[in-house]
Nanobody, 121 residues
Framework: QVQLVESGGGLVQDGGSLRLSCAAS????????MGWYRQATGKQRELVAR???????DYAGSVKGRFTISRDNAKKMVFLQMDSLQPEDTAVYYC???????????????WGQGTQVTVSS
């Protein structure tokens, strides 16, 4: 099993910055693609950014150039640096591990509990 815990959410002004962190725990041997998703009130959950094992990244068009995803394999963590935040970025942000190898076997799509990001004018 894989447990994911997000942190770093909160209130920030329009144009401000915030860094989200996600820590994975459990008897994990390997971690594949890691990513961040978000869900705003009344909207569907959407991909924000992903980072693969070869460090190739994918970003939603709405955040490209403003957000940066990174990972620390030794610490089993993934981060999302968010700059030039806009009110439209307001949402609950969720950490995701697409795949992992654990003592109990392969795991697909592990999710964190989410952290609220609110951007005000």
């Amino acid at each position: 099993q894989v447990q994911l815990v997000e942190s770093g959410g909160g209130l920030v002004q329009d144009g401000g910055s915030l860094r989200l962190s996600c820590a994975a725990s459990g008897r994990i041997y390997t971690i594949g693609t890691m990513g961040w998703y978000r869900q705003a009130t009344g909207k569907q959950r959407e991909l924000v950014a992903r980072i693969h094992t070869d460090m190739i990244t994918d970003y939603a068009g709405s955040v490209k150039g403003r957000f940066t995803i990174s990972r620390d394999n030794a610490k089993k963590m993934v981060f999302l640096q968010m700059d030039s935040l806009q009110p439209e970025d307001t949402a609950v942000y969720y950490c995701n591990v697409a795949s992992a190898g654990t003592q109990s076997g392969p795991v697909r799509d592990a999710w964190g509990q989410g952290t609220q990001v609110t951007v005000s004018s």
